[in-house]
């Protein structure tokens, strides 16, 4: 079983719906939870962080992280084209210490 | 400078040669992380530098790989013997001292495909 496990897609929307991305994970000394976008052709991106557990906030973006079900999320609000790009949860258990990745999930946004 | 550079972006090598990647963090950053990433995958970390020192390596970094950081400055990842198996996109980022996670910016990535 893999540290990170993130459902990799593709995800198809239209244009204004609200997506909603998960990761589930398994090691409890992960304290630290991130969400990167990569486009193609392109280094990862930092969307979010937030350190244990509970809500944030980001104009379109809120990330919930859920420690007691080992579970986060991202949510975005009033989906654009632009988002399209494939979305990658990270998480590690102190700060300054190695990413451990999801596989990413590709997400396409209709006009 | 706006950002982490790396250069090549792309190298097509046979198998059995060598490669160099060049990395060019943050002009303030002083860590330096080279990950890798498969298509389809996250990326795995390999290697961290703080300034010059090599802190941490990881398994998947055999030994064909060796990666330095002199001056704490650009970084250099080179791979010897290629195999096919190297195919990848190899991810650098560098991030200031004390933000940690937070921090990190990464480059757009050298793509290496072995044939």
């Known amino acids: 079983q893999k540290e990170v496990e993130q459902d990799p897609g593709p995800l198809s929307v239209p244009e204004g719906a609200i997506v909603s991305l998960n990761c589930t994970y398994s090691?409890?000394?992960?304290?630290?939870f991130m969400w990167y976008r990569q486009y193609s052709r392109k280094g990862p991106e930092l969307l979010m962080y937030t350190y244990s557990s509970g809500n944030k906030e980001d104009g379109r973006f809120t990330a919930q992280v859920d420690k007691s079900s080992k579970y986060i999320s991202l949510f975005i609000r009033d989906s654009q084209p632009s988002d399209s790009a494939t979305y990658l949860c990270?998480?590690?258990?102190?700060?300054?210490?190695?990413?451990?990745w999801g596989l990413g999930t590709s997400l396409g946004v209709n006009p | 400078d706006t950002g982490v550079s790396q250069d090549p972006r792309h190298k097509i090598t046979k198998r059995g040669q060598n490669v160099t990647f060049r990395c060019d963090p943050i002009s303030e950053h002083n860590r330096l992380y080279w990950y890798r990433q498969t298509l389809g995958q996250g990326p795995e970390f390999l290697t961290y530098f703080q300034n010059e020192a090599q802190l941490e390596k990881s398994r998947l970094l055999s030994d064909r790989f060796s990666a330095e950081r002199p001056k704490g400055s650009f970084s250099t990842l080179e791979i010897q013997r290629t195999e096919q198996g190297d195919s990848a996109m190899y991810l650098c980022?560098?991030?200031?001292?004390?933000?940690?996670?937070?921090?990190?910016?990464f480059g757009s990535g050298t793509r290496l495909t072995v044939v």
């Open positions: 990270a998480m590690s258990a102190g700060n300054n210490r190695k990413l451990i």
């Open positions: 090691n409890s000394a992960f304290q630290y």
């Open positions: 980022a560098s991030s200031p001292a004390g933000t940690g996670n937070y921090g990190y910016t």
